[in-house]
């Protein structure tokens, strides 16, 4: 084989692909199907997680996900100079040799020269053991990862244009070929249609090499690049074609890898005919042409009678892509938010009110968003760890605004409720977004979880009792911000509502997370016929149970009153952070499905913030009773101001 | 069977039944318990599951941090245990509105009892199965024997020594074959070395091995591979020196007072009443994808001459004679059939965390209730 000619084949294959972008809309193929990751998917989805996964964004600046993978699918010119490709860190693009940009993203142009330097860094880069990796060498492999993954889509169309490298110039041969007489350049796909031609070309080759005419010499020529054209196609995750591999079993290929042999080009004829439809239709900006090819195969695959072809979702999870709920629950909760420390500040009904139709407008969302994901999925609300956040949420909002019903009118711990309600929300959804970011959330379930009965028992019970001992923290929290301020000391009465929230949400806590860990031992009994076996993931929950006993004990033989508890509410919500993902960073124990790599560095963050916080409670508490104590010398204290001075003395 | 309240009284007010249940001691108890758990859960980072087991959760003291002495955690649960009795017994008032205390304490109590159950009688091993393999026993997953058999016909008559009672220099009389084993060492992890082509080994040993060697424990038990040592004096024949390998497939074989006697280091092997023939292994993965979605084994249980044929699949295992058999790993060896492994558990305790979980779990329910009905009304405005 000559190098010549290989090298020929795989540098010819981009440039063919030229073509201007389209001006059409898109909107028909967001509902198309396409099987990735293990789940079908509309393809508004699959745009959404390739983007998110190549750029870290939802949007290419104008463009849609979907108008880019279009873009990228159909005509990849005309995206090579968009910023599509993001580089976190500055080192690998100075490895790279390239400009570092100050968005950090960068174009497929400009990455294209570096390609071959990249390909040698990942190698040396994956040669070391995962565990020993350095970030630059991970990002180096994430960004390899990402840019052949671009190729390919790139290249999923390639085979219906017309190509330098398939030049038939010989009528004879066009003709034996049954190919269009006014042409000499054609595409792969018109070369494959009689491929069997080609095929018996290279084998008389074989067994006559003496004596061998043009037109032979032209065809034997032909089927070497189209056999080199066939090994160096690239299989996309673009699986947009059926086929019935057994009887009862569908299995979904790329065009790619259903071009790529006689057998499966048979059985896709009709479907690659569309698609190839549908992306000339595209190049040229003929819309009818465009929604009519891709109508067509919605319809084919629609018409499949497989259990697999469940499109009946795929309106509802194209709406929740589109409209993105816990986003604007996330949107919505920061303003209640604002809207309650303004009410606080300046005491307006309306400030309240506000606050209060504007967290419930967010908590609609929120919940929309999970009842429209529990139907997509059709599997209880919690099974990733991205979904306890926005699950936490929710039920830690529900808790605090019924709270905040409890109090109202009340006007010592009026809006205490909706504080934390909002408090809770914008934290939660905050880090559900970053975990959003890193790509598609709707994953499918590894074998262990994949048990509805467990997922809505034990798991959300223990959610419960995470959300529930959060929000005494959260609780616990304002109640030492309160008792800190200047001048709320002398009023303790305004604390006692709050130490009673704080009390009662502990005990909510304590009992799901305890019968969480209970119904968590009995699904080990079931699964892996243990009931305990002192696992990292099982440690932590045992350790948010122990952790609200104690606390609840000592509250009640009078160890501990108001501070101790909210002190110790702040330290139930570290307990609950490293129960919640600080064990899955260690990386042992049977529950790997959860395992995770990153986000150590700011667990430990919130970890020492917690414990500054919580010294610089003890040590304000401390000053302001010695304070007081010294002004105490002055003036005969009375009994009042005494349990003014020190809140342990009353239980709050 | 609630004691009468003077009786209760006087032995509450008894110096020892004060201190018993004293609050500093439970809430030393639950800050200790808490300690534990948090250094035993980061201890399995380095040392694995079974060293933070025998160290921090099992019975005796531990260094936390390497400086304070603690006792370790099945200790501290005890001193509940004991002190929740306690309180239950002597103290809790019997009235409706502590009923909800009631339930969960007893609940309580009786998931420790459990726990207590499981810990001393529970016996879990496994069983490998390859497609249309028939198992008539079970294998630890990490204690050795040494056993020693016959066949006789059919059936193997064999007799086993627990690895870990056989400490070097004991003696064991092989009565049935007229001779006596004296044990020499006993590595409970170690390497094996085969002997230099020529140089005659001077152990009897069924696969070439010379030399066995101590290695450090695994980080996990199961990884350990222990070897041993021993002298086979028979009456009337020079002393045999064995050596054996854990790891070695074959078993050695004796000629003892003119019988064929097979020997072997191996897992410890348990018997069973029944068989279980592994007919069909399927993986279902989600398409396009190398995730498992489930695993399950089709199989035959044979008894007598009845078959039954039973599926054991993720989350579904099949409950039998007190045994119980979870779906819990597979492999697909190069060019053979699909094997399945079972981990396969009896435990007489089994049952006891449901109904204890049960009870908690109503008691917690009932007393909130009966404390936040009040607040209700109370802090209505």
């Given at each position: 084989?000559?190098?010549?000619?290989?090298?020929?084949?795989?540098?010819?294959?981009?440039?063919?692909?030229?073509?201007?972008?389209?001006?059409?809309?898109?909107?028909?193929?967001?509902?198309?199907?396409?099987?990735?990751?293990?789940?079908?998917?509309?393809?508004?989805t699959?745009?959404?997680?390739?983007?998110?996964?190549?750029?870290?964004r939802?949007?290419?600046?104008?463009?849609?996900?979907l108008?880019?993978?279009?873009?990228?699918?159909?005509?990849?010119?005309?995206?090579?100079?968009?910023?599509?490709?993001?580089?976190?860190?500055?080192?690998?693009?100075?490895?790279?040799?390239?400009?570092?940009?100050?968005?950090?993203?960068?174009?497929?142009?400009?990455?294209?020269?570096?390609?071959?330097?990249l390909?040698?860094?990942?190698?040396?880069?994956?040669?070391?053991?995962?565990?020993?990796?350095?970030?630059v060498?991970?990002?180096?492999?994430?960004?390899?990862?990402?840019?052949i993954?671009?190729?390919?889509?790139?290249?999923?169309?390639?085979?219906?244009?017309?190509?330098?490298?398939?030049?038939?110039?010989?009528?004879?041969?066009?003709?034996?070929?049954?190919l269009?007489?006014?042409?000499?350049r054609f595409?792969?796909?018109?070369?494959?249609?009689?491929?069997?031609?080609l095929?018996?070309?290279?084998r008389e080759?074989?067994?006559?090499?003496a004596?061998?005419?043009?037109?032979?010499?032209?065809?034997?020529?032909?089927?070497?690049?189209?056999?080199?054209?066939?090994?160096?196609?690239?299989?996309?995750?673009?699986?947009?074609?059926?086929?019935?591999?057994?009887?009862?079993?569908?299995?979904?290929?790329?065009?790619?890898?259903?071009?790529?042999?006689?057998?499966?080009?048979?059985?896709?004829?009709?479907?690659?005919d569309?698609?190839?439809?549908?992306?000339?239709?595209?190049?040229?900006?003929?819309?009818?042409?465009?929604?009519?090819?891709?109508?067509?195969?919605?319809?084919?695959?629609?018409?499949?009678?497989?259990?697999?072809?469940?499109a009946?979702?795929?309106?509802?999870?194209?709406?929740?892509?589109?409209t993105?709920?816990?986003?604007?629950?996330?949107?919505?909760?920061?303003?209640?938010?604002?809207?309650?420390?303004?009410?606080?500040?300046?005491?307006?009904?309306?400030?309240?009110?506000?606050?209060?139709?504007?967290?419930l407008?967010?908590l609609?969302?929120?919940?929309?968003?999970?009842?429209?994901?529990?139907?997509?999925?059709?599997?209880?609300?919690?099974?990733?760890?991205?979904?306890?956040?926005?699950?936490?949420?929710?039920?830690?909002?529900?808790?605090?605004?019924?709270?905040?019903?409890?109090?109202?009118?009340?006007?010592?711990?009026?809006?205490?409720?909706?504080?934390?309600?909002?408090?809770?929300?914008?934290?939660?959804?905050?880090?559900?977004?970053?975990?959003?970011?890193?790509?598609?959330?709707?994953?499918?379930?590894?074998?262990?979880?994949?048990?509805?009965?467990?997922?809505?028992?034990?798991?959300?019970?223990?959610?419960?009792?995470?959300?529930?001992?959060?929000?005494?923290?959260?609780?616990?929290?304002?109640?030492?911000?309160?008792?800190?301020?200047?001048?709320?000391?002398?009023?303790?009465?305004?604390?006692?509502?709050?130490?009673?929230?704080?009390?009662?949400?502990?005990?909510?806590?304590?009992?799901?997370?305890?019968?969480?860990?209970?119904?968590?031992?009995?699904?080990?009994?079931?699964?892996?016929?243990?009931?305990?076996?002192?696992?990292?993931?099982?440690?932590?929950?045992?350790?948010?149970?122990?952790?609200?006993?104690?606390?609840?004990?000592?509250?009640?033989?009078?160890?501990?009153h108001g501070?101790?508890?909210?002190?110790?509410?702040v330290?139930?919500?570290?307990?609950?952070?490293?129960?919640?993902?600080?064990?899955?960073?260690?990386?042992?124990?049977?529950?790997?499905?959860?395992?995770?790599?990153?986000?150590?560095?700011?667990?430990?963050?919130?970890?020492?913030?917690?414990?500054?916080?919580?010294?610089?409670?003890?040590?304000?508490?401390?000053?302001?009773?010695?304070?007081?104590?010294?002004?105490?010398?002055?003036?005969?204290?009375?009994?009042r101001?005494?349990?003014?001075?020190?809140?342990?003395?009353?239980?709050? | 069977?609630?004691?009468?309240?003077?009786?209760r009284?006087?032995?509450?007010?008894?110096?020892?039944?004060?201190?018993?249940?004293?609050?500093?001691?439970?809430?030393?108890?639950?800050s200790?318990?808490?300690?534990?758990?948090?250094?035993?859960?980061?201890?399995?980072?380095?040392?694995?599951?079974?060293?933070?087991?025998?160290?921090?959760?099992?019975?005796?003291?531990?260094?936390?941090?390497?400086?304070?002495?603690?006792?370790?955690?099945?200790?501290?649960?005890?001193?509940?245990?004991?002190?929740?009795?306690?309180?239950?017994?002597?103290?809790?008032?019997?009235?409706?509105?502590?009923?909800?205390?009631?339930?969960s304490?007893?609940?309580?109590?009786?998931?420790?009892?459990?726990?207590?159950?499981?810990?001393?009688?529970?016996?879990?091993?496994?069983?490998?199965?390859?497609?249309?393999?028939?198992?008539h026993?079970?294998t630890?997953?990490?204690?050795?024997?040494?056993?020693?058999?016959?066949?006789?016909?059919?059936?193997?008559?064999?007799?086993?020594?627990?690895?870990?009672?056989?400490?070097?220099?004991?003696?064991?009389?092989?009565?049935?074959?007229?001779?006596?084993?004296r044990?020499?060492?006993?590595?409970?992890?170690?390497?094996?070395?085969?002997?230099?082509?020529?140089?005659?080994?001077?152990?009897?040993?069924?696969?070439?091995?010379?030399?066995?060697?101590?290695?450090?424990?695994?980080?996990?038990?199961?990884?350990?591979?222990?070897?041993?040592?021993?002298?086979?004096?028979?009456?009337?024949?020079?002393?045999?020196?064995?050596?054996?390998y854990?790891?070695?497939?074959?078993?050695?074989?004796?000629?003892?007072?003119?019988?064929?006697?097979?020997?072997q280091l191996?897992?410890?092997?348990?018997?069973?009443?029944?068989?279980?023939?592994?007919t069909?292994?399927?993986?279902?993965?989600?398409?396009g994808?190398?995730?498992?979605?489930?695993?399950?084994?089709?199989?035959?249980?044979?008894?007598?001459?009845?078959?039954?044929?039973?599926?054991?699949?993720?989350?579904?295992?099949?409950?039998?004679?007190?045994?119980?058999?979870?779906?819990?790993?597979?492999?697909?060896?190069?060019?053979?059939?699909?094997?399945?492994?079972?981990?396969?558990?009896?435990?007489?305790?089994?049952?006891?965390?449901?109904?204890?979980?049960?009870?908690?779990?109503?008691?917690?329910?009932?007393?909130?209730?009966?404390?936040?009905?009040?607040?209700?009304?109370?802090?209505?405005?």
């Open positions: 084989m000559r190098p010549s000619l290989l090298f020929t084949v795989l540098v010819a294959g981009l440039p063919t692909l030229a073509g201007a972008a389209a001006q059409i809309r898109v909107h028909s193929l967001e509902k198309a199907a396409i099987l990735h990751e293990g789940r079908l998917k509309p393809m508004d699959y745009a959404r997680h390739m983007l998110l996964q190549f750029s870290g939802s949007r290419l600046k104008s463009l849609s996900a108008e880019t993978m279009a873009r990228i699918l159909f005509t990849p010119a005309s995206i090579e100079n968009e910023p599509l490709f993001l580089i976190n860190n500055p080192e690998v693009a100075d490895a790279l040799g390239i400009a570092a940009e100050k968005r950090r993203r960068y174009a497929f142009a400009q990455l294209r020269p570096s390609l071959a330097k390909e040698r860094l990942a190698r040396e880069a994956a040669d070391i053991p995962e565990d020993r990796q350095d970030l060498g991970k990002e180096i492999l994430r960004v390899r990862g990402n840019l993954e671009y190729q390919a889509l790139a290249g999923t169309f390639a085979y219906i244009l017309p190509d330098s490298i398939f030049r038939v110039e010989l009528p004879e041969n066009r003709s034996a070929l049954r269009p007489a006014g042409q000499s595409s792969f796909w018109d070369l494959m249609g009689n491929a069997s031609i095929v018996d070309a290279l080759d074989r067994e006559d090499t004596g061998r005419s043009p037109a032979r010499t032209e065809l034997v020529s032909l089927a070497r690049i189209m056999f080199l054209k066939v090994q160096s196609l690239r299989p996309s995750s673009f699986r947009a074609l059926p086929f019935a591999a057994r009887p009862g079993v569908l299995e979904w290929l790329s065009p790619t890898e259903a071009v790529a042999s006689a057998r499966t080009l048979r059985a896709f004829r009709p479907d690659l569309t698609w190839a439809q549908a992306a000339l239709a595209y190049r040229a900006g003929d819309q009818e042409g465009f929604d009519k090819a891709v109508g067509a195969f919605n319809d084919r695959v629609g018409n499949l009678a497989y259990d697999q072809v469940q009946a979702h795929f309106p509802l999870e194209v709406l929740y892509q589109k993105d709920p816990y986003y604007r629950a996330l949107t919505l909760y920061w303003l209640a938010l604002l809207a309650c420390f303004a009410f606080f500040l300046a005491r307006g009904r309306w400030l309240y009110r506000s606050s209060l139709w504007i967290c407008a967010g609609v969302f929120h919940l929309g968003g999970m009842v429209a994901r529990i139907v997509i999925m059709k599997r209880p609300p919690v099974a990733s760890l991205y979904e306890s956040f926005p699950f936490v949420a929710a039920a830690s909002i529900l808790a605090a605004l019924v709270l905040e019903r409890v109090n109202r009118g009340k006007h010592r711990s009026e809006g205490i409720g909706l504080l934390s309600a909002s408090l809770m929300g914008v934290i939660l959804l905050s880090i559900a977004n970053r975990y959003a970011a890193e790509g598609d959330t709707l994953n499918m379930l590894v074998a262990v979880l994949n048990s509805n009965f467990w997922l809505s028992t034990h798991v959300i019970c223990v959610t419960i009792g995470y959300s529930a001992c959060l929000l005494s923290g959260a609780l616990g929290h304002i109640w030492l911000f309160r008792a800190l301020l200047p001048g709320e000391a002398s009023r303790p009465e305004r604390l006692k509502p709050i130490g009673s929230m704080v009390y009662g949400t502990l005990c909510f806590g304590l009992l799901f997370a305890f019968i969480g860990t209970v119904l968590g031992g009995i699904w080990a009994d079931q699964s892996w016929g243990r009931f305990w076996g002192w696992d990292p993931k099982e440690n932590g929950a045992l350790l948010i149970v122990v952790w609200c006993a104690l606390l609840l004990h000592a509250r009640q033989w009078g160890y501990v501070p101790g508890m909210a002190l110790g509410t330290f139930c919500a570290i307990v609950v952070s490293l129960a919640w993902f600080g064990v899955n960073l260690l990386n042992v124990g049977l529950h790997s499905y959860g395992f995770t790599s990153g986000g150590a560095f700011k667990l430990f963050g919130y970890i020492g913030a917690e414990l500054l916080f919580m010294g610089g409670a003890c040590l304000g508490l401390k000053l302001r009773s010695g304070m007081r104590a010294g002004s105490r010398s002055a003036a005969p204290p009375t009994r101001s005494i349990s003014v001075l020190l809140p342990d003395a009353k239980n709050s | 069977l609630i004691p009468r309240r003077s009786w009284q006087s032995a509450a007010n008894h110096p020892l039944a004060k201190a018993v249940r004293h609050p500093v001691v439970t809430l030393s108890a639950l200790i318990l808490f300690a534990l758990i948090f250094s035993g859960t980061l201890y399995q980072t380095e040392h694995g599951l079974y060293e933070a087991q025998k160290k921090f959760f099992g019975y005796g003291m531990v260094l936390v941090g390497g400086v304070f002495p603690l006792p370790s955690a099945s200790v501290v649960i005890w001193i509940l245990s004991i002190q929740l009795a306690a309180t239950m017994v002597l103290v809790l008032p019997w009235k409706p509105s502590k009923l909800g205390l009631w339930l304490h007893a609940g309580l109590l009786a998931l420790l009892i459990g726990g207590f159950i499981t810990q001393t009688r529970a016996v879990e091993s496994r069983m490998t199965l390859a497609e249309g393999e028939e198992g026993f079970t630890a997953y990490q204690d050795w024997e040494l056993a020693f058999w016959e066949t006789r016909g059919d059936t193997n008559a064999v007799f086993a020594y627990d690895a870990i009672s056989l400490p070097a220099g004991r003696e064991i009389a092989l009565s049935r074959y007229g001779c006596r084993l044990l020499r060492l006993y590595y409970p992890n170690c390497d094996a070395f085969a002997g230099t082509a020529g140089n005659q080994p001077p152990f009897l040993n069924p696969s070439g091995v010379a030399l066995i060697e101590r290695r450090k424990p695994e980080k996990e038990a199961v990884e350990n591979i222990p070897g041993i040592l021993f002298t086979l004096a028979e009456a009337g024949k020079a002393d045999r020196e064995i050596l054996l854990g790891g070695e497939p074959r078993p050695l074989p004796l000629i003892l007072q003119g019988r064929r006697v097979f020997c191996r897992l410890k092997h348990y018997p069973l009443d029944f068989s279980l023939k592994l069909d292994f399927v993986k279902t993965v989600h398409p994808t190398r995730v498992a979605s489930s695993f399950a084994s089709h199989a035959e249980l044979k008894e007598g001459g009845s078959v039954r044929p039973v599926r054991i699949w993720m989350n579904n295992p099949l409950r039998y004679r007190g045994y119980t058999f979870f779906q819990s790993s597979y492999s697909q060896p190069e060019g053979a059939a699909e094997k399945s492994t079972f981990a396969v558990v009896t435990n007489p305790g089994r049952t006891l965390p449901y109904v204890s979980s049960l009870a908690v779990f109503a008691g917690l329910l009932l007393h909130f209730l009966l404390r936040f009905v009040p607040f209700l009304r109370r802090e209505a405005p």
